[in-house]
């Protein structure tokens, strides 16, 4: 049984910074590519970074320059470093996961984390 378990959200005021972790645990053989989603309140869920097993990443053009996605291979773990946080960020975000099992690869979420900005 794969899960995805994220953590690090919360309340932030405008300007300040957040982390969130996601960790993978079970019975997995590989990982892909690892990514962070958010959606808002009446909005669909959009892509927010994404980072490849060899490191390449890419972002939303509205957050360049003040989000950073990283991952710890070894820990099976991604993060997501928010700097410069605005209201507009407020969201749940999600952690994706493509995974290897022994039989079949599949994407995986978390629950989701609440982060709020606001003053």
């Known amino acids: 049984q794969v899960q995805l378990v994220e953590s690090g959200g919360g309340l932030v005021q405008p300007g300040g910074s957040l982390r969130l972790s996601c960790a993978a645990s079970?019975?997995?053989?590989?990982?892909?590519?690892m990514a962070w989603y958010r959606q808002a309140p009446g909005k669909q869920r959009e892509l927010v970074a994404s980072?490849?097993?060899?490191?390449?990443?890419n972002y939303a053009d509205s957050v360049k320059g003040r989000f950073t996605i990283s991952r710890d291979n070894a820990k099976k773990t991604v993060y997501l470093q928010m700097n410069s946080l605005k209201p507009d960020d407020t969201a749940v975000y999600y952690c994706?996961?493509?995974?290897?099992?022994?039989?079949?690869?599949?994407?995986?979420w978390g629950q989701g984390t609440q982060v709020t900005v606001s003053s």
């Open positions: 994706n996961a493509r995974i290897s099992t022994m039989n079949l690869v599949s994407d995986y």
């Open positions: 079970g019975s997995i053989f590989s990982i892909g590519v």
């Open positions: 980072a490849t097993a060899g490191g390449a990443t």
